[in-house]
C-alpha cells in the first residue's frame, strides 16, 4: 500500500488506483508538483493501455462508418493508447513527459494526443505524424519515458516484466557501465607501467575466449590487477602456462636436474622396482634380451627389436624428453634468468635473496627504461637501499615483493630510491599470477549460466567488467552512468 506523507494543502493521491482509462486522467501537469513523479513510475510500470478484445465502436466519417482498428496497437506498441470512454486514441509518452506549455498552448493536432484524444480512424498517417522526426515532441518525450524506465530497471527493484521488455536497454546499460568502469580504470594507471594479461578457456557454450586484463602499480605503491574484457578471436595460440611462477623456479630447476638424473641413471632402478612389484602381485616380467612383439601387428613387419631397445629407448627416454622439453619451452633460459632476478627483490627473511648483480642484471635487461647513467646510480642506490632496509623496523617483516612497495611508498622511500623503486615496480607488473584473469572465467560461468547461454560477446564483456570489478563500479555514481547512456542515445539518435 502507498501512501505518502502530504502536506496540508496538498490532494492526498491513491497511487494504486489512478484511473487507467487515458480519457478519464487528469493532466499531469494538474497533480502537485511533488506527486507528479511518482504518477508518472506508476503508469510506466503499468505500460500503455491497450484494451485488446473490446469491441471498437462504428462512427460515420462521411459516407463510410469506420471505427479504430485494433492492429494499430502492434504499429505503435509502446505508446499508443485507447480510451473505451471517449473512443479515441492517446499517446503515453506524450501524456507523460511533454512540458507542460506545449501540452496547454497549442490545441492543434499536435496535441490531441494528450487534450481531447485521436479519432479520426481514416487518417493513420496522423499517427505516424504524431511521432516526427527524431527532434519531435513526441520523441522527446519517448525519450524521457526511456530514461525513467531505466532507472527502473538499472537501480530499482524493477518488475520482471520491465526487465523483459528490454533487453536493448540492459544491454546499452550493461555498455555504459563497462565503459565508466574502464575509464576509471584507466585514470588509475595514469602512465604507470604495465602488463597485459591474457588468457584463454572455454566457456559453457564451447567457444573459445579470451581474458584481457591488466596489472599496473598504483601511486599507493599497490599492484592492481584489473579485469577490462573478453573476447574470442585469438584463442588457440595462447595457451594456460602462467602459475604463480617466481614461487614455481626453483622446483622448476629441480624438476629439470632431476629429469636430467633420471634419465642417465635412472632405468635400472626404477626397472628393478617394476621388478619387484610385479613379483609381488605375480606380474610376468618380459625378458630384457627377448624379441619385442608388438601388440597387434605380425611379428614379420614389426622392427627386429628387443625388449629392452623398446622399454628403455621408446618409452622411457620418450617420456623423460618431453617432459624436459616442456618444461624448457615454459620456462626458457631468458625467462627463467628473468624471474629468478625478480626474486631478488623478496624482502622475505630480512631480504637473503638479496642479490645486488642479480638486480643490476634485471635493470639491464629494460635498457628502454634504466639508462647507463640510470645502470650506474643504481648501483649507489642499492648500496644503501639493503642497509635501511634491513635495519629498519617497519622492512624487516616483510614477505612480498608487494608489500615492499606499499611500505617504501607509505614510507615516502620511493622517492629516496626511485630507480630501486622503478624496477619493483617493473617486477610487479610482470605477469607473475593470473588472479584476475581466473577470476574472469569463474565469473563467466556464473554468468552465463544465470542468463541464458546464448549471449554477444559484447554484451557478456561488458556485463563480466562490472561484475569483476565490481569496487571500481560501485565507486562510480549512478548519475555518471546515466549521463554516458544518454550520450550514447542522442548519438545513436542524430544518426
Ligand atoms: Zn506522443
Redesign the pocket.
Given at each position: 500500500m502507498e501512501r505518502f506523507l502530504k502536506r496540508k494543502e496538498r490532494v492526498e493521491i491513491d497511487i494504486d488506483n489512478l484511473p487507467a482509462d487515458p480519457g478519464l486522467r487528469p493532466s499531469i501537469w494538474s497533480y502537485d508538483v511533488n506527486d507528479r513523479d511518482r504518477i508518472r513510475r506508476a503508469y510506466l510500470l503499468k505500460g500503455p493501455h491497450q484494451p485488446k478484445n473490446h469491441q471498437f465502436p462504428q462512427t460515420r466519417i462521411g459516407n463510410i462508418a469506420r471505427r479504430f482498428n485494433s492492429k494499430w496497437f502492434e504499429d505503435f506498441p509502446d505508446?499508443i493508447e485507447y480510451s473505451i470512454q471517449k473512443d479515441a486514441v492517446f499517446?503515453l509518452?506524450?501524456y507523460l513527459f511533454?512540458p507542460q506549455e506545449q501540452v496547454n498552448t497549442s490545441r492543434g493536432s499536435g496535441d490531441i494526443?494528450v487534450g481531447e484524444g485521436f479519432k479520426n480512424w481514416k487518417h493513420k498517417e496522423k499517427l505516424l505524424s504524431?511521432?516526427g522526426d527524431h527532434n519531435s515532441a513526441?520523441n522527446k518525450?519517448r525519450q524521457k519515458y526511456h530514461n525513467e524506465e531505466i532507472k527502473k530497471v538499472t537501480f530499482e527493484n524493477a518488475s520482471v516484466k520491465l526487465k523483459l521488455i528490454a533487453p536493448k536497454v540492459q544491454k546499452e546499460i550493461c555498455s555504459a557501465m563497462a565503459a565508466e568502469t574502464l575509464a576509471v580504470i584507466m585514470k588509475d594507471m595514469n602512465d604507470s607501467y604495465f602488463t597485459i594479461l591474457v588468457d584463454e578457456s572455454r566457456d559453457v557454450s564451447m567457444k573459445e575466449q579470451l581474458a584481457i586484463a591488466v596489472r599496473y602499480v598504483d601511486k599507493l605503491g599497490q599492484v592492481i590487477e584489473r579485469f577490462i574484457g573478453i573476447t574470442n578471436e585469438l584463442s588457440q595460440a595462447l595457451q594456460r602456462s602462467d602459475q604463480d611462477i617466481i614461487n614455481a623456479m626453483k622446483l622448476v630447476q629441480v624438476a629439470k636436474q632431476r629429469l636430467q638424473m633420471l634419465r642417465e641413471n635412472g632405468w635400472e632402478p626404477l626397472l628393478e622396482e617394476v621388478s619387484r612389484f610385479c613379483n609381488v602381485f605375480e606380474v610376468e616380467v618380459p625378458n630384457m634380451n627377448s624379441k619385442f612383439k608388438t601388440r597387434g601387428r605380425s611379428v614379420k613387419t614389426s622392427a627386429e627389436i628387443i625388449n629392452f631397445h623398446h622399454y628403455r629407448v621408446d618409452l622411457f627416454y620418450t617420456v623423460v624428453d618431453m617432459q624436459l622439453l616442456e618444461l624448457n619451452n615454459r620456462f626458457s633460459e631468458s625467462s627463467t634468468e628473468l624471474l629468478l632476478c625478480v626474486t631478488c627483490l623478496n624482502p622475505s627473511d630480512m631480504f637473503t635473496a638479496y642479490d645486488k648483480r642479480k638486480l643490476i642484471r634485471l635493470a639491464e635487461l629494460y635498457s628502454t627504461d634504466f639508462s647507463m647513467v640510470d645502470l650506474m646510480s643504481l648501483d649507489h642506490q642499492l648500496s644503501t637501499y639493503i642497509i635501511d632496509m634491513r635495519t629498519s623496523d617497519e622492512f624487516t617483516s616483510l614477505t612480498s615483493i608487494a608489500a615492499l612497495a606499499k611500505q617504501l611508498v607509505k614510507a615516502k622511500k620511493n622517492i629516496v630510491y626511485p630507480l630501486v623503486y622503478r624496477l619493483i615496480v617493473l617486477a610487479l607488473t610482470l605477469p607473475v599470477a593470473t588472479a584476475t584473469v581466473e577470476r574472469a572465467f569463474s565469473a563467466m560461468k556464473i554468468i552465463k549460466h544465470r542468463l541464458r547461454s546464448k549471449m554477444g560477446d559484447a554484451w557478456l564483456s561488458d556485463c563480466l567488467v562490472s561484475y569483476i570489478e565490481k569496487e571500481v563500479f560501485d565507486s562510480i555514481p549512478n548519475e555518471v552512468i546515466m549521463q554516458h547512456y544518454h550520450k550514447i542515445q542522442s548519438r545513436m539518435q542524430s544518426l
Open positions: 505508446w499517446c509518452y506524450c511533454k494526443f504524431h511521432v513526441h518525450a
